[in-house]
């Protein structure tokens, strides 16, 4: 059974920092590429970042580039999203997902979704 677990959102004054994890489990994590997404209220999802299965891949939506770093440590199953710098505008619900293709991933075609942490940021 696929599970993907958020966690590390909270509340932090603008210009702060939060690391988000996504644990992974019930597949072979070390071959799927990994992304985050979010969702701010009465907006839709929106992709954050990806990265893929080996690491050496990454991508990044223009508005979080520079501030954002998304990892992965795939002996631990596990995926971050270092986010410095934070905005009020970075106030979301943020998702994790997996997919064995890096554009599945960022365009959201999967059905391996975690359940989100909010992120809010305040000014």
């Known amino acids: 059974q696929v599970q993907l677990v958020e966690s590390g959102g909270g509340l932090v004054q603008a210009g702060g920092s939060l690391r988000l994890s996504c644990a992974a489990s019930?597949?072979?994590?070390?071959?799927?590429?990994m992304g985050w997404f979010r969702q701010a209220p009465g907006k839709e999802r929106e992709f954050v970042a990806v990265?893929?299965?080996?690491?050496?891949?990454?991508r990044y939506a223009d508005s979080v580039k520079g501030r954002f770093t998304i990892s992965r440590d795939n002996a631990k199953n596990l995926m971050y999203l270092q986010m410095n710098s934070l905005k009020p505008e970075d106030t979301a619900v943020y998702y994790c997902?997996?997919?064995?293709?890096?554009?599945?991933?960022?365009?959201?075609?999967?059905?391996?979704w975690g359940q989100g942490t909010q992120v809010t940021v305040s000014s």
């Open positions: 990265i893929g299965w080996s690491g050496g891949s990454t």
């Open positions: 997902n997996a997919a064995p293709a890096l554009m599945s991933t960022m365009r959201g075609d999967t059905n391996y």
């Open positions: 019930g597949f072979t994590f070390s071959s799927y590429d």
